[in-house]
């Protein structure tokens, strides 16, 4: 029988879901992973895109939980799925023409625009450990609203984000896409633990065995 959306919506897949990026639709362009033989989708399915948004904290999870289970008997969690999978390659195709320092594609635009135009919610005063904030708070009155989120988190990116600061990893195996908050601009891995860690560690043996075979290693 196939999982839905509505069935164990908060379970996690075990799929390896990372959150390098700083904004959440590029880390929802990373759930599709490059790997040296190829794309690996993360998202194979509705439950994990919901599994996703639970732990990207996109919707608060009560608010969530109550939604899909008013949406349980129309069936649509297939479609925003597949809804999302498309929505994820023109973002990725803006991201790709940004870092190349080409024109963003017209399509991709539109995408974020039509689901901008679909936002509904309410802004409140919330206090935080530190200050007062005035927050949006996104109402679920539709599926399709599960993808406003990152609508407006790429369209925060093109509105007020330093393009220069997006980067994509370094790693060829990886080559995640993120935003470089450092101060000099140098970061050059999606994440220092993981791929920077693993390209110093082979840059390490590269030169071990340059060494023992006499062959100068590039300065």
Partial sequence: ????????????????????????????????????????????????????????????????????????????????????????TLMRRMVEAIVAGRPIPRASIDAINALIGESSGVTKVVKTPRKFERRFESELNQPRQLLVPLAESAADLLCRGDFSRLKRCDNSNCAAFFYDTSKNRGRRWCSGAECGNRMRVAAFYKRQNESRSGIPGKQ
């Fill in 1 to 88: 029988m196939a999982r839905t959306i509505f069935g164990s919506v908060f379970t996690n897949p075990g799929k390896p879901f990372r959150f390098v990026g700083r904004y959440s639709f590029l880390d929802f362009i990373n759930t599709e992973a490059s790997e040296a033989d190829g794309r690996a989708d993360l998202l194979t399915d509705d439950q994990d895109f919901v599994a996703w948004l639970v732990l990207a904290k996109l919707f608060e999870r009560n608010k969530l939980k109550v939604a899909l289970k008013q949406w349980r008997q129309q069936k649509t969690g297939v479609r925003v799925w597949k809804d999302a999978l498309p929505l994820r």
